[in-house]
Each structure stands twice: as structure tokens, then as C-alpha cells.
């Protein structure tokens, strides 16, 4: 394992070398873009380079780092914003509090206790979970999405599992898929395609059910709110 010196630090790096950051607190910023380095351009404490990886250490500060398209990347904040840029690989990103977004990745893990959760474009699995916070994913294969207070909205997903305690729900539908959504309060909307007949479980203790399609064996629509209306809209 080498130590690097500190400052603007570029380090050549294969195709598979993970990236993992950590700070106590101060904005993450990390862009993937057509190189062969990773340049760490400031903010960083310690920079080490090992066999399984790189890590990037900082105490306070924006840490800006530069890698290659499909790197993975790791991150770790105690508070501030988390910013992933460009086209990356499997993006696990936890922070107490602080807000993050994701431009494009493989696959997403994002958890925050405190701030909100902008996912643009994920390959594969999208995980997203906050206690308070807004939650926003643009398009993905899958997702299981949770908040306790805050809204989700989804443009165009797969299938889906929605966890809300207070805020309102609304997905995106383009073929038939798996949707379960459980809303302690708030209402939720479901946008499918239209000529979609899905299986419907649509439950509110306290509200109205809207539904526009007839049902059928097109997937599965499940929703039940304990406070709000439900709403299954054709496009």
C-alpha cells in the first residue's frame, strides 16, 4: 500500500479499482468522465492507493475528485451534499445529513438520515432511503425506495416497492411490472401506459380510489394508505 502526498493527486488506475470516500463533513463532489486517472483535485486529508482500491480521506472541505466512466464508487458523510456526476458504476453513497444526487449509474444504494435523494438515471437496482427528505428517481430498473417524512416521485421505473410515512406518492409506469406502495399519509398516483390491464389491491382507509384502466394480469398494482386518495391514471 503506497501513501500519496497530499493536494491535486491524478493516479492511474484499471478499469475495476473501486473508489471509496470518507468525510466528517463539507460538500462530495465526484464526476465520471473518459480518462485512465483518477485526479483528485482538492479537499483531500490522505489519498491511498491500494491493491483493492483507492480511498480518499477528509476531515472539512469540498473533496473534488475526477475517475473514469464506470467506476464504483463509495462514500461516506457525516454531513454535507453529495454530488455524483457523469456515467459511474455501483454507487453506495450514506450520509447523517446532506443532500444527494446521482447522474447516472449502474446501480444505487443511497441512505440519509436527514436531506433529499435525486436519482437521474440507474441501469439496474435503485435503493433509496431517508427519514426526511424528498425522493426523486428519474428512471430505473427496480426500486425499493423508503421515507419516513417526505414525497417520492418516480418518472419510469420498474418494479417498485414504496415505503412512505407522510408525503405523496407518484410513479411512472412503461410495462407491466410489480408496484407495492405503503403510505401511512398522503396520496398516491400511479401513471400507467395506456391499454395496461394490471392486477389491482387498492386500499384506503381514509380517502378515495380513482382508478381509469380495468383490470387484469398485466402485472400487479398494490397500494394501501392509511390517509389520502389513490389514483391509477392511463396515459
Known amino acids: 500500500m503506497m501513501e500519496l502526498m497530499l493536494g491535486p493527486t491524478s493516479l492511474e488506475v484499471d478499469a475495476t479499482m473501486p473508489l471509496r470516500v470518507a468525510t466528517r463533513s463539507g460538500a462530495v463532489t465526484i464526476t465520471g468522465e473518459d480518462r485512465a486517472d483518477v ?4 479537499g483531500a486529508d490522505d489519498v491511498t492507493r491500494g491493491h483493492d482500491g483507492i480511498d480518499v480521506r477528509g476531515r472539512g472541505g469540498a473533496l473534488v ?3 473514469p466512466m464506470g467506476t464504483d464508487v463509495f462514500v461516506g458523510c457525516a454531513s454535507g451534499v453529495v454530488a455524483l456526476h457523469g ?3 455501483l454507487v453506495r453513497v450514506t450520509t447523517r445529513s446532506g443532500r ?3 447522474e447516472r449509474a449502474q446501480g444505487v444504494d443511497a441512505r440519509t ?3 433529499s435523494i435525486t436519482v437521474e438515471h440507474c441501469d439496474a437496482a435503485c435503493r433509496c432511503q431517508t427519514k426526511s427528505g424528498r425522493i426523486h428517481v428519474g428512471r430505473a430498473e427496480s426500486g425499493e425506495l423508503a421515507t419516513a417524512s417526505g414525497s ?3 418518472d419510469a421505473i420498474g418494479a417498485v416497492h414504496v415505503r412512505v410515512g407522510s408525503g405523496n406518492v407518484t410513479i411512472g409506469l412503461t410495462e407491466p411490472v410489480a408496484v407495492q ?3 401511512h399519509s398522503g396520496s398516491v398516483t400511479v401513471n400507467v401506459p395506456g391499454g395496461l390491464r394490471p392486477a389491482l389491491d387498492l386500499r384506503a382507509m381514509s380517502g378515495q380510489v380513482r382508478c381509469d384502466c380495468e383490470p387484469g394480469a398485466d402485472g400487479a398494482i398494490r ?13
Open 223 to 235: 397500494v394501501m394508505t392509511r390517509s389520502g386518495q389513490i389514483s391509477v391514471i392511463e396515459r
Open 65 to 67: 475528485i475526477r475517475c
Open 100 to 102: 444527494i444526487t446521482v
Open 39 to 42: 485526479l483528485v483535485e482538492s
Open 181 to 183: 406502495v405503503e403510505a
Open 113 to 115: 438520515a436527514s436531506g
Open 152 to 154: 417520492v416521485a418516480v
Open 87 to 89: 456515467s459511474l458504476g
